[in-house]
């Protein structure tokens, strides 16, 4: 499974919000800087994270966006299901694609890992994700 480079980028300004000290509205162009990320494109990622209520912004001089939720309150899996257009990890896992798939012993084994990697991706928080990137020098990286 491979993420996309919008979802990447949603986790990664996210998680910039979540991990700085101060609370409060931060421009994008702070985001889009600090991370070498595309403004124009994070601008379009985070408002439709404030249409799925994962974050909340502020015109104006003193706005941007914020979280709109505790860290802890935002797994992984809120912020990939907005962005990935299937969950599926392979093709017959879907209910469309296959019709011998409810019969099908590696169909089973796909439909199990998938249900594994969403709860992994359930039980990694914000919050869990801060902590764990604490002592490196940077939270956002350029992949």
Not at 61 to 90: A, Q, R
Not at 117 to 137: C, V
């Amino acid at each position: 499974m491979q993420l996309n480079k919008k979802t990447e980028y949603a986790i990664l300004g996210t998680l910039y919000l979540a991990g700085r000290p101060q609370k409060g509205f931060i421009k994008i162009a702070e985001i889009s800087k600090k991370g070498n990320l595309p403004k124009a494109l994070m601008l379009k990622i985070f408002n439709k994270l404030v249409q799925h209520q994962i974050l909340k912004s502020k015109p104006g001089i003193n706005g941007g966006f914020t979280l709109n939720k505790s860290p802890k309150e935002i797994s992984l899996l809120d912020i990939i299901k907005i962005f990935e257009t299937s969950s599926h990890i392979c093709h017959c896992t879907s209910k469309t694609c296959c019709v011998s798939a409810p019969l099908c012993g590696i169909g089973t084994i796909w439909r199990e890992a998938e249900q594994d990697i969403n709860k992994i991706f359930q039980n990694i928080s914000l919050d869990t994700l801060i902590k764990k990137t604490r002592n490196t020098s940077t939270i956002i990286c350029n992949s």
